[in-house]
């Protein structure tokens, strides 16, 4: 089969993208200096201050991504932890009544959007995730007025093409 030079410039690009993009902090590792995460990534979405003069990188792929990856980096610089946190277990650390909107931010990063609805008194985040089985997910945080986490929940993602009619 021959390819068309046009798919193979396809195909590179998705290549080149995926070595520049979060997919790849699976290879960032504790002790990794934060210029060499940098170097690796690029710029993080959000940079976010922890105790002790330690900073969160944050890699989110929201709103239309499912992953984001939190690299954690000591004052000294060095990097002591990166994770992907998009999915049930660490959705299960929410603690409604106790957690903020800022706490939730803080461990997951931006929402993929902020939404109200009338069945609720403040706003609602959407966060996109997939399962371990594949499936796309949302998971929602509704925050009461004053930013306080009330109740949190997945629920699938139909994705429109499942609704399509068919021709």
């Not at 106790?98 to 461990?107: G, I, K, L, Y």
């Amino acid at each position: 089969m021959v390819m068309s030079k046009n798919v193979w410039c396809a195909a590179a690009a998705l290549v080149l993208a995926a070595c520049a993009s979060p997919f790849g902090a699976g290879g960032v590792a504790p002790g990794m200096a934060r210029e060499d995460v940098l170097a690796r990534l690029g710029q993080p979405t959000r940079v976010v201050p922890l105790a002790d003069g330690a900073q969160r990188l944050q890699y989110s792929l929201q709103p239309l991504g499912q992953s984001a990856w939190m690299v954690d980096v000591d004052a000294a610089g060095r990097v002591t932890s990166a994770r992907q946190v998009l999915n049930a277990n660490d959705f299960n650390r929410i603690v409604p009544g106790e957690w903020t909107r800022a706490d939730v931010e803080r461990e997951f990063g931006p929402p993929a959007r902020v939404d109200g609805v009338a069945s609720w008194n403040g706003p609602v985040l959407t966060y996109r995730w997939r399962d371990l089985q594949g499936a796309d997910m949302f998971y929602w945080v509704y925050l009461d007025p004053q930013g306080v986490v009330r109740r949190a929940h997945p629920g699938m993602e139909f994705r429109d093409r499942l609704f399509r009619r068919r021709s």
